[in-house]
């Protein structure tokens, strides 16, 4: 089980599934979202993650796919938790640094990395795409 919550702690939820995938993502969006040079997205199944303390508020964009993606945070301070890309999928992303625990990276996969910044190194052998992943 993964358990994880905002900064201020208004927020908390559990996750009682393994990741289903791990991404390190180099896009503009990302880096605005996690106020950092990438963001971590952990791949879960939707019906996994429940809200064990407080209410996310949601914002919602659009994406370079032309689809919708929905943003969830903490109305307090405003700490992105997860983002439910695709329903179709079944999935959402919950935001890396959200986690209690933190994720090895060491088997992630490197999106975007057409836009990552000068100097951040992505590790020998990393499976990577210059973009969007099919």
């Known amino acids: 089980m993964l358990s994880g919550g905002c900064q201020c702690g208004a927020i908390r939820y559990e996750v009682r599934s393994a990741p289903v995938g791990l991404y390190v993502c180099h896009c503009t969006e990302c880096r605005k979202q996690s106020a950092s040079a990438f963001g971590i997205s ?7 993650l429940t809200v064990t ?3 996310p508020s949601t914002w919602s964009r659009a994406t370079d796919r032309g689809t919708g993606l929905d943003c969830f945070f903490c109305p307090d301070c405003g700490s992105r938790l997860w983002h439910a890309p695709d329903p179709a999928k079944g999935t959402v992303s919950v935001k890396g640094g959200s986690l209690d625990t933190p994720v090895d990276l060491g088997d992630a996969v490197h999106i975007w990395t057409a836009s990552r910044l000068p100097g951040v190194a992505i590790p020998p ?10």
């Open 125 to 134: 052998g990393a499976r990577s795409f210059p973009g969007e992943p099919e």
């Open 53 to 55: 303390r407080g209410s």
């Open 42 to 48: 952990v791949i879960v199944p939707a019906e996994a």
